[in-house]
Structure formats: C-alpha cells, structure tokens
C-alpha cells in the first residue's frame, strides 16, 4: 500500500500530459502544414545604384585642348545646371592661336592659287578646243579642195580621152582617104600629129589626176593629225587641270583641320554637359600641365531613370529575363525581407527586370539592371538613392511548396526546369505572378 501511494504521488499529473498530447500533436500539424505552406523561390545578387541611361551615369570630364587650369568655377560637390562653366582653361603657349590662324592664311593663299591654276587650266582648255575646231575645219576645208581638184583632174582626163578617140578617128579615116586619092600626105601627117597630141594630153590629165589623188591623202592624213594633236593637247590640259584640282581638295582638307584646331583652341572653357554635380576635382589652378582628353574632374548628371545594376551567378542566369519581378533592398534603409514571404516583408522595394546582359565579366556573373514597378511602393528619393549605394535583390521566381523546396536544396536541384525540358515543373508549383 505505501508502495502504491509512493508511485502515485511521483507520477505526472492528468494534465501536464494533456499538454504534452497537445503540444505533440500541434507541433505534428504544424510540421504537415509547413509542408505544404507556398514557399517563393528566388534568386538574389548583389550591386548598386546607377541609372539607366549611360549619359546620367558619373562620368569623366576631359580636357578639349592641351594646356592648364586657370580657374575653377566650382567645387566639389557644387550642383550646376546644363552648360554651367565648370573651369577656365589656358593654354601653355599663348601666341598659339595667332600661329594658327597665321598657318591657316598661308594654307588659304595657296589655296586661292592653286584654284586660280584651276581656273587657268579650264580657260586654256577652251582655248585649245576652239583651235581645234578650227585647225580641223581648215584641214577639212583643204581636203574639200583636193577633192574638187580630183574631180576636176577626172573631167579633164575624160576629155582628153574623148579627144584621143576622136583623133584617133580621124587618123583612120585620113589614111583610108590617102588610099582612095582623096587626101593628101600632109592632111595625114596633121592627122597624125593631131592624134600624137590628144594622146599627151591624156597623159597629162592621167598625171594631173594622179597628183591630185595624192594630194588628198596627204591632206586626209594631215587631217587625222590635226585631230590627234588637238586631242593629245587637250587631254595633257586636262590632266594637268585635275591635279591642280586635287591640289586644291587637299589644302581644302588641310583647312578643314585647321579651323578644327582654331575652334577647339578658341575653347577655352569646360561647361557641364547635364544638370548634376561636381563629385571630384582632379586638377589645381596654375599647377598642373595637361594634354588633350585628360580628365579634369568627375560628374555626377541628375537621373531621371534610377536603376540597379544587380550581380548574378552564371548558374542562375538561365532562370531570369526581361520583365521578373525583383525585390530590393538598399542598404542604409531598413527592411525586414522574408525570402520566401515577400508580402510579408518590410522595408524592400518592388522593381522589374529591364535587361540582362548577354555576356559575364571575368568571374562568371552576367548583370542584369533593375528599374522601378510602377505598380509598387515608389523607390526612396533621389536625396537617399544616390547613384553607388549598395543593394540586395530577389529576382522571384515560381511558388512552391515548402516541402518540395527543402527536399529540392538537399538534392541540389535548380529553382527551375525549363518548360521544354521533361520534369519541368514542381508539384503544386505556380507560375511567377507579374
């Protein structure tokens, strides 16, 4: 009986094991529960503020010509407006403007010369054209006359041949006449004589017509000569024209950089190119000697677009594009983020995927930039987001069950499997909401 007594009185009471049941058992529904709780897969990287247009992003200012500061207009951190002076330049040699421009009066006298040569050259080239038409009209016009010679030679010859033939007859029919008694010997002989000179006179004709054919050919190839030496003079003018105008493109080109070298001498000072600010002066008045296109200082332009430049792996990249929703979370701001209950975060701000870059840098990441979601909380101000503060971002992905999620991080499986690709897909999971 006292044993009895003793174990009851050490025995847990009723109601510490109700509790211990009900514990037990809530601690097994909330284990099932969480199983099967959304879970919101991410993948995050890290970056920082910048904007997405490359003109508002800080950039070099640098120096237009080579010479030294001669005053600034600002300082560092100054705000300035679009074409607000920023520095006073000088140039080391101060005659060199006046040099310039002195070479540049030389380089237009002979420029001024070279197109009078132009002009020259085009007024000789009328000139030996008009002597041509000329030349080749006068040998023409004796070709004509050579011609009217040969046809004249050919009426002569034609003549003389009718008279031998008539002569001739005239012969004949005397010595027939001298046979009947009907003529005398001296009638024959006259005849004779008569047909004796008709003859050389056709030879005559024949040789006029012969010299006058030949006369032509010279003339026709006195002629083609005229032609050919009128040409060739011509043609060596207008050689010499086109040098002479290749001359003058040349110095035109010379002039051009020339008044390029003036105008950028002539500016002597560097203005801001946007609205913004002064972030850094890399040059003291009167101290240091610069060249062209050396910086002078830093800018920082206003931005109207901010944007996060965000960091991934190569391993996640796949899994983002264009459009992702992405939550932020700029340090210097505090925020509370649960990963996979961004609604329930607090503190980080919505955006969208504006681009992903189509290579990675040296380590393996690719960058893709963030720009604000409209449709969300709006981003801090300008006065708190300055371009270079850091942030964290989720790129979210598809919803989940929790369950599936831990057993997919212990076997080391992706957030997501390619629509295409087979066992795309997770139990329960749900399509990125926009």
Not at 234 to 256: D, F, K
């Amino acid at each position: 009986m006292n044993s009895l007594a003793a174990m009851e009185l050490v025995a847990t009471p009723r109601i510490v094991r109700t509790l211990a049941a009900i514990l037990v058992v809530m601690f097994l529904l909330t284990a099932v529960a969480l199983v099967f709780t959304p879970w919101q897969q991410s993948v995050s990287g890290l970056g920082q503020v910048s904007a997405f247009s490359p003109l508002e992003r800080t950039q070099v200012l640098s120096a237009p010509v080579e010479g030294r500061v001669l005053r600034w207009h600002v300082g560092e951190g100054s705000r300035v407006k679009k074409g607000a002076v920023i520095v006073e330049l000088a140039d080391n040699d101060t005659q060199m403007l006046d040099r310039i421009r002195n070479e540049r009066s030389a380089v237009d006298d002979r420029r001024g010369n070279a197109e009078g040569r132009v002009s020259a050259h085009l007024l000789r080239i009328g000139r030996l054209e008009e002597s041509r038409t000329s030349a080749i009209s006068a040998a023409q016009n004796r070709v004509t006359m050579a011609e009217e010679r040969i046809g004249q030679a050919r009426q002569a010859l034609t003549v003389a041949q009718e008279r031998v033939t008539a002569a001739r007859l005239n012969l004949d029919r005397h010595g027939g006449l001298l046979k009947s008694g009907l003529a005398s010997q001296r009638s024959l002989e006259l005849a004779r004589q008569e047909s004796a000179t008709a003859e050389a006179e056709v030879r005559r004709a024949e040789a006029a017509l012969s010299a006058a054919q030949s006369e032509k050919r010279a003339l026709d190839d006195d002629l083609r000569k005229v032609r050919a030496d009128g040409d060739a003079a011509i043609e060596a003018e207008r050689a010499s024209m086109q040098l002479a105008r290749g001359e003058v493109a040349n110095i035109r080109a010379e002039l051009q950089r020339i008044d390029v070298r003036v105008a950028r001498q002539q500016t002597q000072t560097l203005v801001a190119p946007r609205d913004g600010t002064v972030l850094r002066l890399l040059a003291q008045p009167e101290s240091l000697v610069f060249k062209a296109g050396e910086p002078l200082a830093q800018f920082v332009p206003d931005v109207e677009e901010p944007t996060v430049e965000l960091w991934l792996s190569g391993v996640d990249l796949p899994l983002v594009q264009p459009g992702d929703a992405v939550r932020l979370q700029f340090n210097g701001w505090p925020a509370i983020q649960f990963v996979g209950w961004p609604s329930v975060a607090v503190g980080t701000f919505g955006g969208r995927v504006r681009l992903v870059d189509a290579t990675g840098n040296k380590e393996g990441k690719f960058r893709i930039l963030v720009s604000p979601d409209s449709a969300d909380e709006p981003w801090p101000s300008a006065n708190y987001l300055r371009q270079g503060v850091q942030a964290k971002g989720w790129v979210l992905l598809r919803q989940v069950p929790l369950g599936w999620e831990l057993w997919r991080r212990l076997n080391g499986f992706p957030p997501v499997i390619a629509e295409n690709e087979p066992g795309a897909g997770a139990p329960g999971a749900k399509e990125k909401k926009p």
